[in-house]
Each structure stands twice: as structure tokens, then as C-alpha cells.
């Protein structure tokens, strides 16, 4: 009996060691096979996670962010105790003591799970394990998956330290809000860095990794309040904290961004304009837009924040002077329904929801909650209701008419109700008196349709200080500084004066400005002057004054417009240009961006300078990859320099035109500011410049430059279309001599540098004779020539480029300006312009001006 029962229980333990050897071979099978062709696990080593590019102002401001994922990558070091404790405590207790996975966790929810019938599935993973998860494999629930997972924890645990794994996986977990790692959950959720995280915050933090859904700061506010206290009681347990602290802790109620207890991290960042978004273009093409938005670059941005709100104002203005002309209203087309006006928290919430710009200094967007009959009562956003309401009166509303249906026009408004109807979203500013700035009344205002950009570069850099692309960024994000292809009509002329001037003529050379006659594939191309006249022969200075298209088309023949296309295309402003007679006055598109960086080559006397948005940047290990002044600094790193002396900067730029042709034409330039098409504009120091209006006024530019600033600014209809009787001395020129009146007191501004080599002449700016050097007088200009050069002045040295009518015509009369007229006062107090008679030049057609 003592035999049988012996060989039966040696049988069972012969049958379970076979069985438990059979079963390790299997485990050891499966786990050999599941663990060919995994992923390296040393690839962790390297790993650099996607992170937030960001960019500052030169003062260090961070003024704009891009990511893919939002995460700021913080080392392991700089991570709080009490954070690392959080998550440790909720998620992988004993975190520190295992190999990568938790055999008494697992065992533990699989008991768990037979209990409940698989009704309680807990996780069992480690932080090693998701780890693995996240960045190796995939997140499907499978048994494949987790025996990889297993695999590869072990593995890693042998490459790498428990606080480098930590280090990955607070850097990697998504915690909802578009929130990847803890530093950026933080900012999310409590606009705090780190350092700045109370106890209770950290235990929030560490509560979500789970399901971020589900533990809503708001929606699933109770939820996550309890997860928080239980994950504060595990830290308490764990000895990481006190329990009077626990105690203490957990009755902090939930506060978070998104409960309104803290501000929006994003408020404190200016709103996203055409400046920092250009940046986003340029860098994506230059480094790649993968390596933009997950490479954690630092970049230093060229732009001075002054003044691109200065340029932002003087552009609004222009614009919207232009469109309150017009006399039309639109409004935004957006309207709230009558329930979304029951009451001022409706109206204010929904009135929030609706997309219109809000990036327009000094506008708010509002509702129309009321139409009287005088006036319509307005609920603004961000502003507080008074007593009585705020209104809409009947003097805001006397400019504008509607317009009905078949493009026909209401009459002019007369009260608020011709324009307004109740639950219409409009935008209003606050008007108020000059002398105190004392509120006076509400004033409706609207996005014009019209449109332009405007941009300011230093000359000697190429630092972009301001750039605005259009009235609103958030009304349109199309830059037209940058992207727009436009006619720049006369504004293109210094450069065919540029190629003149190097050729051999000089400011006092005489050009015949008679009609031209040019048979084309096209037909008879009649070039004009926009005054429908012309003036006999002319010195070259004067006819780039009144910008003469006449005298232009002559000097372009004479010169050939081969070397007129060699100059655009040194300078930049076109890449080809086609050598065709009518593209040397600006009827070949380009973009303000690359007018404005050439005009700067005339400011500088004539050496390259590539703009740029960006003067320095980083990756995310702070190394510089870019930086766009490479000019050497030989006594920048010593300690002290003598008093007298500042640091000697070497610059190897490339020359693009002669010292002394830049000076004449910026001389010549000046006069245009000076007497000419620009002579509306007035500053305290010297300014060049050049206006520019394309045929039918579809384009009005004006292009100027100070001894330290160059700004253009363009404006016209995104598909194009006349404005009107508009010129770019008119409309543009009060944009560049808003903006320049803010940069001079920032900036200043002196005469500009006179290159050695050269010599100066006095002439009369009407003939081109040559005058004592004791003249003086309105038509006395002093001309500067080479050395080595014997011009010879008056009708000596005429030129016609070869189309020889008009050789015999009068000099240009002194006194006689642009006036298409004789300007009158009418009976009833109007002025009004009595054309002169016509000639040849008024009733040929073509050509731009």
C-alpha cells in the first residue's frame, strides 16, 4: 500500500515537473519568438521628442509658439521631487525597487480580474512598460503587445538609469488639452512653470495619464478630484509627504485654467500676426516644417514690437480711410439669433463664439441688441454694461449707405436702423477727445475690402523691424508684404535711373520728354506722362521728380533694357526680369518684401543686404544653426575698449552698384520728396523715396529711406481693380510718414554719407546749366559728380533714346507742376479742376505712372 501510494505521488511529481518544464519551455518559446524583430530599445538613448519651437523679440519676449505636440522638454534634474513623487505614487509605486515590470502588480489585477468575472480590469504596466509602450509599440490591448512590452522593459532596465526612463516617460505622457509632458500640462492647466506646482497640483497632474478625457477639469470635475486625493493619500503612504500636508492638501478644491481660476497661458503672448507667421514660412522651407514644429528651436526675431504696432496703425488708417470713403457698409455678415439675446450672459457667450478679428487695436466685436429710433443699443465684448446701455448714435451712421440686393445702393444712412438690424455682430471703438482722452460716444467700423501691406528694414542689416501683411491677420492670413505679386509701377523707376547713371549719364543730363510711338506684336504701344502732357527736353533729375514715363521709356531705350533687367535682377526685385520696353515703368509684378530690400541697397551707398526676419537660431540643445549677421567683430570678446573707440566690425558684403551712382540717386530721390510726387511727405531729417501708381490706380506704392530705415507700403485690391483717383504720394505716403514719425524717435536719422571720389557741381534743376557756386535759389540744386568725369551740361548733352520727336520742343517751363489743370472755387464752395486742352500725350493710351 506504502509502495502504490509512493509510485502515485512520485507519478503526480513526475507529471508536474514534465509539466512545469514543458510549460517553461513553452513561456521561453514564446518569449524567443515574440522577441526577434523588436524594436531597438538603445534607440532611446538618443531619442529627442517633438517639442515647441518658440520665438522671442529681440528684448527676450516670447511673442509666438508652433508645435506639433505641445511639450517643453525638461532634464530629469529640474523636475520637482514632488512631481517625480506624484507619479510615481499613482502610477508605479515601486518604481524604483523592480526590473521593468511588477510580478506582484500583475499577479495582483489578475486575481482581480477573476474575481470580478473581468468586470475590474486594473493596469498592471510599470512605468518602464509604458514607456515601451509610448515610444516602441503600439496601444492595442493585446497579449502580443504586453509580452513585447515585457521584453523590451527588461532590456531597457539594463541600458538605461530609473531616472533617465522617468526623465522620458514625464517628457512623453499625453495629459490631454493637447498637453505632451508634464511642463506643458502645467502650463495648460495652471499657467505655472514646475517650480511653481503646489502639492495637490502635482497630484492633479499625475491623476490623468489613465484616460485625460475622463478626468476633465471641468466636465469631470468631481472625478478628478477624487483621483487627485487618492493619489495624494499614495504619496502620503509612501512617505513622500506628510500626513498634515495630506490633509491639508486635499481639501484645495480643483483649480485650473479652464475653470477660469487661473489666466490663459496663451494671454500673455501677443495675438499671432503676418511677422511670426512669415517666420513660420521661411524657416519651414529652410529647415523643413517637420524640424519647425517638433525641433524645440529658440529663435530670435528681428522685429521691434513698437514698431510693428506703428506700422499695424499707420496701414489700419490708410485702409480704412479709404473704404469709410467708399461709403459703404458691410459689416461681418455674422448675426446671433433672438434666444442668444435673452440675457447678457447668453448674448455674451454666444457673442465669444463668433468668428470675427480681434487682433484690430482698439475694436471689439458687439451685437446690436436694440434698434430705437435714433440709435440701436450695443452689448460689446469685454466691456462692462453701464447703466442705460451702450449705444450706437445717429451722427456714427450719416457716412454710410447699404447695399441692397443687384448691387444697387440704399440712400445715405440718417439713423443706426438704416444699417442695423437686432442680433447683427458688428465691431465698434471707443472715440475720445484729443485733449484729455475722455470717452465721448461708440463707433461703428468695419474690415475694409481693400487691402495692403507695409514693411520697415534696417538699411545696413537687413533686419526687418516691422511687417504687416494686410488690415487684419486674423481677417486674412495671406501676407501681402511677402506674397503678393503686384505692379509697382514708378516705384520700379530708380533702377532703370540706377543703370542710366552708371552708363554715363549724370543728374544733369538732358532727356526729351516728347510722345513715343512703339509698334509691338500687340499694337501701337503709346506710352503717357499721368499728367496727359510732356515737357520738351528735361534734366534727368527732374524727370524722376515728377516721375516722367516719357523720359523713362527714352532712357531705357538708350540704355537698353538688357542692363535695365541686370539691375532689377541684382537687386532683387525680379528673378527674371523680361527685358520688354513698357517693364521699365513697373508693369512686371514683384513683391513689397523684395522692393523694400532693394531700395535699402540705395540707402546703404550700394552694397548687398539680404532681409531677414530672424537674427539668431537655436536648436533645442542650444547650439546656434543659423545666424544671419556673419560680418567678424575683431574686439567684440575683449573686456574693455578705450574710451573713445567703439568695436571695429569687418564687412565683406558684395557691392552691387557704385558708391557715387547710389549717392545721385538718393540725391535725385530726395528731390522727389522734396519738390515732387511725394512732397506730402514731411519729416524732421533727410528721406528718399519713390511713389508708384499702375495704370487706372490699381496699385499705389510709395517707397522711402532715411539714413537708418527703409519702409515701403503698397495698397490695392486683392483682385485687382481701380481705386479711383487716388496716387501713391497721396494714400501710401501718410502710411510711410505715420510709421517714419515713430521710427526717427526711436532711430534718428542723419544726412547720408557722401562717398570720397567725387566732386559737387550747382546747376539749374530746369535747364541743366551749369551755375556759379555762389547760386543759390528755388531752382539751384547741387549735383554731385565723379572726379575723373567732364560732363557736359545743358542741350549739349541731350538724349532721346533713339525716337528723336520732340528734339525741338521748349526746356521744362520753371514752376510747372503735375497739375492736369487750372484749380477753381465753384459758386456753391467746391473746388474743381478745369482740364487744359488736348494734345498727343492725352489721347495715347498705355503705360504706367
Not at 16 to 36: D, E, K, N, P
Not at 115 to 123: A, F, K, P, T
Not at 342 to 352: C, F, G, N, V
Request: glycine share 10%.
Amino acid at each position: 500500500m506504502i509502495r502504490f501510494v509512493l509510485s502515485f505521488f512520485g507519478s503526480i511529481f513526475s507529471w508536474l515537473v514534465t509539466a512545469v518544464f514543458f510549460g517553461a519551455l513553452t513561456l521561453g518559446a514564446i518569449f524567443w519568438v515574440y522577441s526577434r524583430n523588436l524594436p531597438s530599445h538603445e534607440q532611446l538613448a538618443q531619442y529627442a521628442p517633438k517639442t515647441i519651437s518658440r520665438v522671442y523679440s529681440g528684448e527676450g519676449r516670447l511673442i509666438d509658439e508652433f508645435a506639433e505636440e505641445r511639450r517643453i522638454f525638461v532634464p530629469i534634474e529640474d523636475i520637482p521631487d514632488v512631481l517625480k513623487q506624484a507619479f510615481i505614487s499613482a502610477e508605479d509605486k515601486h518604481f524604483y525597487i523592480h526590473r521593468g515590470y511588477d510580478a506582484t502588480g500583475m499577479l495582483k489585477a489578475l486575481v482581480q480580474a477573476v474575481q470580478s468575472r473581468g468586470e475590474n480590469l486594473r493596469g498592471a504596466s510599470t512605468i518602464t512598460q509604458q514607456v515601451m509602450k509610448n515610444f516602441l509599440l503600439s496601444s492595442d490591448r493585446s497579449i502580443e503587445r504586453k509580452i513585447k512590452e515585457l521584453i523590451l522593459a527588461s532590456r531597457i532596465e539594463e541600458t538605461l538609469s530609473k531616472d533617465r526612463i522617468l526623465e522620458l516617460y514625464l517628457n512623453e505622457i499625453f495629459l490631454g488639452q493637447n498637453s505632451f509632458g508634464v511642463a506643458a500640462a502645467a502650463q495648460t492647466y495652471f499657467n505655472k512653470t514646475l517650480a511653481e506646482l503646489e502639492p495637490y497640483e502635482a497630484a492633479t497632474l499625475a491623476a490623468m495619464p489613465a484616460a485625460p478625457s475622463n478626468f476633465h477639469p471641468v466636465r469631470n470635475r468631481e472625478r478628478l478630484e477624487g483621483r487627485r486625493n487618492h493619489v495624494l493619500r499614495e504619496m502620503w503612504q509612501n512617505g513622500y509627504i506628510s500626513e498634515q500636508t495630506y490633509r491639508t492638501q486635499r481639501l484645495e478644491p480643483v483649480r485650473s485654467v479652464q475653470n477660469g481660476d487661473y489666466p490663459p497661458f496663451r494671454d500673455a503672448l501677443p495675438p499671432r500676426d503676418y511677422f511670426t507667421d512669415e517666420i513660420r514660412r521661411q524657416l519651414s522651407r529652410s529647415f523643413g516644417q517637420e524640424e519647425f514644429f517638433t525641433g524645440g528651436l529658440t529663435i530670435r526675431a528681428t522685429v521691434d514690437p513698437e514698431m510693428q504696432d506703428a506700422a499695424a496703425r499707420a496701414l489700419r488708417q490708410a485702409l480704412e480711410d479709404y473704404d469709410r470713403n467708399t461709403g459703404l457698409w458691410r459689416g461681418t455678415g455674422k448675426t446671433l439669433p433672438p434666444e442668444d439675446l435673452a440675457s447678457e450672459d447668453s448674448w455674451r457667450a454666444a457673442l465669444a463664439r463668433v468668428d470675427v478679428p480681434r487682433d484690430i487695436e482698439g475694436w471689439h466685436p458687439a451685437v446690436v441688441l436694440e434698434i430705437g429710433r435714433n440709435d440701436a443699443r450695443i452689448g460689446i465684448e469685454g466691456v462692462d454694461e453701464v447703466p442705460g446701455g451702450h449705444h450706437i448714435e445717429a451722427r456714427d451712421v450719416t457716412w454710410a449707405r447699404k447695399m441692397l440686393p443687384g448691387r444697387a445702393r440704399a440712400p445715405r444712412a440718417k439713423v443706426p436702423g438704416d444699417l442695423l438690424e437686432v442680433g447683427d455682430v458688428v465691431h465698434v471703438r471707443a472715440i475720445t477727445r484729443d485733449q484729455d482722452g475722455s470717452f465721448v460716444r461708440w463707433s461703428l467700423r468695419q474690415v475694409p475690402r481693400i487691402e495692403g501691406a507695409f514693411m520697415a528694414m534696417d538699411v545696413d542689416t537687413g533686419r526687418v523691424i516691422a511687417m504687416q501683411g494686410g488690415f487684419s491677420y486674423q481677417s486674412s492670413v495671406f501676407n501681402r508684404a511677402t506674397q503678393a505679386m503686384r505692379q509697382p509701377g514708378s516705384s520700379f523707376k530708380p533702377f532703370v535711373y540706377a543703370a542710366a547713371l552708371d552708363s554715363g549719364f549724370t543728374p544733369a543730363t538732358i532727356v526729351v520728354d516728347a510722345p513715343i510711338e512703339v509698334n509691338t506684336p500687340q499694337g501701337m504701344w503709346r506710352p503717357k506722362n499721368a499728367s496727359n502732357r510732356f515737357y520738351g527736353p528735361t534734366p534727368l533729375r527732374t524727370g524722376i521728380e515728377q516721375s516722367r514715363n516719357l523720359m523713362t521709356v527714352r532712357i531705357a531705350q538708350e540704355v537698353g533694357m538688357d542692363t535695365v533687367a541686370r539691375y532689377a535682377e541684382r537687386f532683387g526685385v525680379y528673378n527674371p526680369m523680361k527685358p520688354f520696353l513698357a517693364n521699365a515703368l513697373g508693369s512686371q509684378e514683384t513683391t513689397l518684401f523684395q522692393m523694400v530690400a532693394a531700395y535699402a541697397m540705395f540707402a546703404n551707398g550700394g552694397e548687398r543686404v539680404e532681409p531677414t526676419l530672424v537674427d539668431r537660431v537655436q536648436d533645442r540643445w542650444g547650439r546656434t544653426i543659423y545666424r544671419h549677421d556673419r560680418r567678424l567683430c575683431e574686439d567684440c570678446t575683449a573686456e574693455s575698449l578705450p574710451p573713445t573707440l567703439g568695436p571695429t566690425i569687418v564687412s565683406n558684403r558684395e557691392r552691387v552698384m557704385d558708391a557715387i551712382t547710389a549717392y545721385q540717386l538718393t540725391s535725385m530721390l530726395q528731390g522727389v520728396v522734396q519738390r515732387g510726387t511725394a512732397r506730402s511727405v514731411r519729416l524732421p531729417v533727410p528721406i528718399a523715396g519713390k511713389t508708384g501708381t499702375t495704370n487706372d490706380a490699381k496699385d499705389v506704392w510709395f517707397v522711402g529711406y532715411s539714413s537708418e530705415i527703409v519702409a515701403g507700403c503698397y495698397i490695392g485690391y486683392d483682385t485687382p481693380r481701380s481705386l479711383g483717383g487716388v496716387s501713391g504720394g497721396g494714400t501710401c505716403g501718410p502710411v510711410f510718414q505715420r510709421f517714419m514719425q515713430e521710427a526717427i524717435k526711436k532711430y534718428g536719422g542723419g544726412k547720408f554719407r557722401v562717398p570720397p571720389g567725387g566732386h559737387f557741381i550747382k546747376i539749374d534743376r530746369y535747364s541743366g546749366a551749369r551755375l556759379p557756386n555762389e547760386a543759390s535759389g528755388p531752382n539751384v540744386v547741387s549735383e554731385y559728380f565723379r572726379d575723373n568725369e567732364d560732363p557736359i551740361f545743358g542741350i549739349g548733352a541731350m538724349v532721346d533714346g533713339g525716337f528723336a520727336m520732340g528734339a525741338n520742343l521748349p526746356l521744362f517751363a520753371r514752376g510747372e507742376s503735375d497739375d492736369a489743370g487750372t484749380t477753381v472755387t465753384t459758386s456753391t464752395g467746391r473746388t474743381r479742376t478745369i482740364p487744359r486742352k488736348s494734345n498727343f500725350g492725352s489721347i495715347s493710351a498705355g503705360g504706367l505712372y
